[in-house]
Every structure is written in structure tokens, then in C-alpha cells.
């Protein structure tokens, strides 16, 4: 049975919040989300991304009964877009979290990633106990972000990449909260 959500708090950092979607946000998503090079280190979004998929993500995000909280970063206080990227929680049992994320290429290399994933782990809003993550293993960029905020390094998995149609190798990631 999924768990139901009722608040998701909007998270502050140094250079951009993390506030649940909004129905405008879905240009500015769909823009990085179609950019071929996102599509491939992500395991669920298709390329080429069809028409009325981000509305659909974030009618989901936006449902009260969803299992995953989604967090749009928005940097347009600091002069920065309104939706630099994603990152989601993924509720799973036993008081456990996946993270997932990605950020638009004009801002890789800047930090972004890994002030959000620290930013989620340390307000920690689904309460829990161990974090979990992957990175696809030719994608070296979110393992760093992964291991420079503090996650260890699991093992070898797989996982389906739509975007790629085929399953490819990963590096899982945990966490303890210390909860």
C-alpha cells in the first residue's frame, strides 16, 4: 500500500529552494528533461520525451496520495532559472528513501547537485533511517556528487534506462540518517 503524503516542505539553501512543482514549471522541465544528455543518466525519463509527459510528472508530484516527493529547484531568487532541475524521494519501506536527481546541463559543474542532495539529507523530510542512491556507471558526475555527500558505496546493480531502452550497470549508494 503507497503511503500518503500530505505536506511536502519547501527546502532553503544558500542558492536556490526546493518547492514541490508547479503547473507553470512544466516548459522550463520539459526543455532540460528533453535534452538528450539528461534523458540518458536518468532511469525513467524517455527520449525523445513525448508530448504531455512533464504534466503528467507533475500532476503525479502534485497528487496527494503520491509515494515520492518531488522537489523542483528553483534558483530565481538568486538570478538563476525558476527550474534548474529535480530531485525526488521515493519512499520505500522500512524507513528508507531513494534519491534521485539531475540538473539541466547549463548548470553541471557548479555545485548545484550536490547543495541539493545535502540540502534533502539534511532536512531529511521523509524521516528516514537510510538513504539510498545509484548512479549509472558511465556517469561519473552523480557518483561524485553521491560520494562528496556522504554516501558509501554499496555495490554493482542494474537498472532499466527508458531513455536508452535497455538496462544498464549502476553503482549503488546508502546513507545512514543517524535516526
Known amino acids: 500500500m503507497q503511503q500518503v503524503i500530505t505536506d511536502q516542505p519547501t527546502l532553503e539553501c544558500p542558492r536556490f529552494v526546493m518547492r514541490p512543482p508547479h503547473k507553470s514549471d512544466a516548459g522550463l522541465i520539459a526543455m532540460y528533461a528533453s535534452d538528450e544528455r539528461v534523458a540518458r543518466d536518468s532511469r525513467a525519463i524517455p527520449h525523445p520525451l513525448p508530448p504531455g509527459a512533464v504534466e503528467a ?84 558526475r552523480s557518483a561524485r556528487v553521491l560520494t562528496n555527500c556522504g554516501f558509501d558505496y554499496l555495490g554493482d546493480a542494474e537498472a532499466f534506462s527508458v531513455a536508452r531502452n535497455t538496462t544498464v550497470p549502476t553503482w549503488t549508494y546508502t546513507r545512514s540518517t543517524g535516526l
Not at 525526488?88 to 534521485?100: K, P
Not at 550536490?114 to 556517469?139: C, G, H, L, M, Y
Open 57 to 140: 510528472m507533475i500532476d503525479r508530484a502534485l497528487s496527494p496520495d503520491r509515494g515520492e516527493d518531488t522537489y523542483v529547484i528553483d534558483g530565481s531568487a538568486n538570478g538563476h532559472a525558476e527550474a534548474i532541475g529535480v530531485i525526488s524521494l521515493n519512499r520505500m519501506d522500512r524507513d528508507q528513501t531513494e534519491v534521485f536527481f539531475w540538473i539541466a546541463p547549463a548548470f553541471w559543474n557548479l555545485g548545484f547537485a550536490t547543495e541539493a542532495v545535502r540540502t534533502v539529507i539534511a532536512a531529511n523530510p521523509t524521516k528516514a533511517i537510510r538513504f539510498f542512491a545509484e548512479s549509472f556507471q558511465d556517469n561519473p
